[in-house]
């Protein structure tokens, strides 16, 4: 599975600034979080209206996507991604790739930082290793646990189904900025857990606080020029 960055640079929509930045990998969509009515409709309309053999998993599809959305929009998520990559099975391996931030309330965000990390690491079924971005300095952590399954019905004792995923978090912060950029990459494909480790790493790196403008810059593989994001954040994926 190869980590390679699109040419499109995508800011976050969190308000209030700092507004961060950061590239998608090949392979991720992004994920629209407040979908128009009007759009809902016709897409509800147009399941309805297909052939009874292919309503019932086009159906489960919208209801994924309903829980997903609900899901983000419930932890103040302001950008996300899904994955899909071919695996060695011939099938697809699929991936939700966010992000989001944190205002540590008036603490200054280096320390708050450190905090989280130290509270991370108490976590026996955590794994966490230090990283020095070109942004600033953050920490990994990485585990395996179970998660309820977007879309899908409740058992019939009333329980919700779960699944095991691979969750890798990245958390980081960086001159000029009083909040924490969290960008965190769950999936069920547990066999592929080292490969996406490193497209978080990967997509880490991407993260500025500066504007990468596409005006400046100066190649076509996402490389910024002077007076955006290259003295502080080279393009991770070449």
């Known amino acids: 599975m190869n980590a390679v960055v699109t040419d499109l640079w995508t800011e976050s929509t969190s308000d209030p600034i700092p507004a961060y930045w950061y590239g998608l990998p090949h392979g991720y969509l992004p994920l629209d979080l407040d979908p128009p009515v009007d759009q809902l409709m016709a897409l509800v309309n147009l399941i309805l209206g297909l052939p009874e053999e292919a309503r019932g998993q086009a159906e489960r599809v919208l209801r994924f996507y309903a829980g997903v959305v609900t899901a983000l929009n419930s932890h103040n998520v302001q950008g996300c991604a899904i994955g899909l990559h071919p695996d060695d099975e011939g099938g697809f391996a699929s991936s939700v790739l966010t992000f989001s931030t944190v205002n540590p309330s ?37 585990e395996t646990r179970r998660t309820v399954a977007p879309g899908r019905p409740p058992e019939e004792d009333g329980s919700l189904h779960e699944d095991p995923v691979w ?30 480790r490193d497209v978080l790493v990967g997509v880490g790196h991407s993260v500025s606080f500066f504007d990468p403008s596409p005006t400046e810059k100066v190649d076509g593989a996402g490389s910024t020029g002077p007076g955006a994001a290259s003295d502080t954040a080279t393009n991770p994926f070449g």
């Open 106 to 142: 008036g603490v200054n965000a280096a320390l708050a930082l450190a905090d989280l990390a130290v509270a991370a690491a108490e976590d026996p079924d955590k794994d966490i290793q230090p990283l020095e971005l070109p942004c600033g300095t953050g920490f990994l952590a990485a």
């Open 167 to 196: 969750q890798g978090t990245i958390a980081v912060t960086g001159p000029g900025t009083s909040d924490i950029v969290v960008v965190q990459l769950v999936t069920p494909a547990l066999e592929l857990a080292d490969e996406y």
